[in-house]
């Protein structure tokens, strides 16, 4: 099989290496499969361009490597041209990659993509937006735009100007008005934020979708909330805790719309850890197996086959 790998320069892990040398051990790395692989390094503001021109080429797959922005990208193009796509784990939180379940190791993610298998799974849209992840409002919006605002050179900077950003937010809560059509019933509530995400949740400390072709949106409600309750709230999500919390409601359906009557006009959403102005109106919808991955195959999956 043919592979093209796109990588993302600036992305998480992926800016303190020697791309060259990466380049190199993942071409050798696939031909011990049986596989071609081509490599293609760009700049972040270039990587919707090469991902586009990947998905037209005759390559079988493409293999996207960057932070979860670049993944999220590289979902959208292959949900759209119906082209596989593979996810190399160089990001900050690599979330998509952890719900795929492969090694977060580089080298290890090369030799699970080279050995993995073809398989469809679920993909969200928002107002037709594809997200692999979250579509966020409210606090999680705001968190993200706070750390935008921050300059960091690393992973770890990006940590850090994570947990910075937190400090920031739990500052005098968001408080909003929504009204959320889930399964026909149609509820008016006001909320300080609200994640709904790819299949149902996991109760890690890094919450991922626990599957990914369940067939469903996980729709995750926390009331209004005060500054300590929202620290608290906080607390609960990095223990994995975030469901035995009073202030928390959740739902999963394959269809769900939220509706924003008080919407501020310069309101934003997130979608996949990125910034997008907020419609008055988002129609939210579970694609069902509409996207092909290659799967990862652990090392003992590749011994237990060999």
């Given at each position: 099989?043919r592979?093209?790998?796109?990588?993302?320069?600036?992305?998480?892990?992926?800016?303190t290496?020697?791309?060259e040398?990466f380049?190199?051990?993942a071409?050798?790395?696939?031909?011990?499969?049986?596989?071609?692989?081509t490599c293609?390094?760009?700049?972040?503001?270039?990587?919707?361009?090469?991902?586009e021109?990947a998905?037209?080429?005759?390559?079988?797959a493409?293999?996207a490597?960057?932070?979860?922005g670049?993944?999220s990208?590289a979902?959208?193009?292959?949900?759209k041209?119906g082209?596989?796509?593979?996810?190399?784990?160089a990001?900050?939180m690599?979330?998509?990659?952890?719900?795929l379940?492969?090694?977060?190791?580089?080298?290890?993610?090369?030799?699970?993509?080279?050995?993995?298998?073809?398989?469809?799974?679920?993909?969200?849209?928002?107002?037709?937006t594809p997200?692999v992840?979250?579509?966020?409002?409210g606090?999680h919006?705001r968190?993200?735009r706070?750390r935008?605002?921050m300059?960091?050179?690393?992973?770890?900077g990006?940590?850090?100007?994570s947990?910075r950003?937190i400090?920031?937010?739990?500052?005098?809560?968001?408080?909003?008005?929504?009204d959320?059509?889930?399964k026909?019933?149609?509820?008016?509530k006001?909320v300080?934020?609200?994640?709904?995400?790819?299949?149902?949740?996991?109760?890690?400390?890094?919450?991922v979708?626990?599957?990914?072709?369940e067939?469903?949106l996980d729709?995750?409600?926390?009331?209004?909330?005060?500054t300590?309750?929202l620290?608290s709230l906080?607390?609960d999500?990095?223990?994995g805790?975030w469901?035995?919390n009073a202030?928390?409601?959740e739902?999963?359906a394959?269809?769900?719309?939220?509706?924003f009557?008080?919407?501020?006009r310069?309101?934003?959403?997130?979608?996949?850890?990125?910034l997008?102005?907020l419609?008055e109106?988002?129609v939210?919808?579970?694609?069902?197996?509409?996207?092909?991955?290659?799967?990862?195959?652990s090392?003992d999956?590749q011994?237990?086959?060999?």
């Open positions: 099989m592979y093209e790998m796109i990588l993302n320069r600036g992305g998480g892990t992926l800016r290496m020697d791309l040398a380049c190199a051990e071409r050798s790395i696939f031909a011990e499969a049986g596989h071609e692989c293609t390094v760009v700049e972040g503001k270039d990587i919707e361009a090469a991902l021109k998905a037209a080429s005759d390559v079988d493409i293999v490597g960057g932070g979860d670049t993944i990208a979902a959208a193009i292959a949900f041209s082209k596989p796509l593979a996810v190399l784990p990001g900050t690599n979330l998509f990659a952890r719900a379940g492969g090694p977060l190791d580089l080298p290890g993610a090369l030799g699970a993509i080279a050995a993995g298998e073809f398989r469809k799974i679920d993909i969200g849209t928002a107002n037709g997200f992840h979250q579509f966020g409002v606090i919006a968190l993200v706070i935008d605002q300059v960091f050179r690393s992973r770890i990006k940590m850090v100007a947990v950003a400090s920031a937010a739990v500052v005098d809560p968001p408080k909003f008005e929504v959320l059509l889930v026909e019933n149609r509820t008016a006001t300080a934020g609200i994640v709904v995400s790819n299949n149902i949740l996991n109760e890690a400390p890094v919450p979708a626990r599957r990914l072709d067939g469903v729709v995750v409600v926390a009331k209004t909330l005060t300590g309750e620290v906080i607390f999500v990095f223990t805790r469901r035995d202030l928390v409601e739902e999963a394959p269809e769900i719309t939220l509706r009557p008080k919407r501020k310069r309101a934003h959403a997130v979608i996949d850890g990125e997008i102005p419609d109106e988002v939210l919808r579970c694609e069902r197996q509409a996207l092909t991955v290659i799967m990862p195959r090392a999956e011994s237990r086959r060999n």
